[in-house]
């Protein structure tokens, strides 16, 4: 990764919502939108690509995002997004961006971040996901354990979850064959190879027995159809 320091030359926008009511509605991406513009008004920079994604920031594989390091690179322009979590919201996958040498990019928050700074900014963010999504499992299950129905809130939570992982088991089935192959067949070896390779669970979470567990019957039941 190199660092732009100025809103000169060939910038490509990236925008991402984390919701599809957020996508459809505009919230948060126009306020995206014109944090970049008000950045790059300068005269001397140039936008020549726009890329919305709707997805979670703890997801890794997202469409749009490739697209808009695609046209950086063939142009040799510098990706800009309006804060480092609208990127991300894991560590792994921003050092992972922050190593291409071919990829220059900057948030417009914090344009004159040195990569230490990345990372523990990448930290604070994936920290505060994880804390949310803590602080909402755990309200439920306090909720649950006094006898309150959930409600449709809840229910709509546990489809969310049951979908999100089923989603990350259908992505997740050629890493865990490409680890079973290796001769890690045990679920504690798995555990600590998703761990070790900053793969994250659905949740947002590190990867545990029971949740290695469920994710490989999803997996064995999706290849058993």
Request: with cysteine; aromatic share 4%; hydrophobic share 35%.
């Amino acid at each position: 990764m190199q660092n732009n320091v100025e809103s000169k030359g060939e910038f490509v926008a990236y925008y991402r919502v984390s919701t599809k009511q957020q996508g459809q509605s505009g919230l948060g991406l126009e306020a995206q939108k014109k944090a970049v513009k008000d950045y790059l008004n300068g005269g001397r920079s140039k936008l020549i690509g726009e890329f919305t994604e709707v997805e979670s920031g703890k997801k890794v594989d997202r469409p749009q995002l490739k697209e808009a390091i695609k046209l950086c690179k063939k142009k040799g322009a510098t990706l800009v997004i309006a804060k480092l979590d609208r990127l991300a919201r894991n560590v792994h996958f921003i050092s992972g961006l922050m190593e291409d040498r071919r990829l220059s990019f900057l948030a417009v928050d914090n344009p004159l971040a040195i990569p230490l700074n990345m990372h523990m900014l990448a930290a604070f963010a994936e920290h505060e996901a994880r804390a949310i999504s803590d602080r909402t499992r755990e309200g439920l299950e306090r909720a649950k354990a006094r006898g309150v129905k959930l409600g449709r809130q809840g229910k709509v939570l546990a489809r969310v979850n049951a979908a999100k992982a089923k989603t990350q088991a259908r992505d997740l089935k050629p890493v865990i064959t490409e680890i079973r192959k290796a001769g890690r067949d045990s679920v504690r070896e798995i555990m600590a190879e998703l761990n070790t390779r900053g793969i994250q669970t659905s949740r947002g979470g590190p990867w545990r027995p029971m949740t290695v567990s469920r994710l490989l019957e999803r997996i064995d039941r999706r290849s058993a159809k």
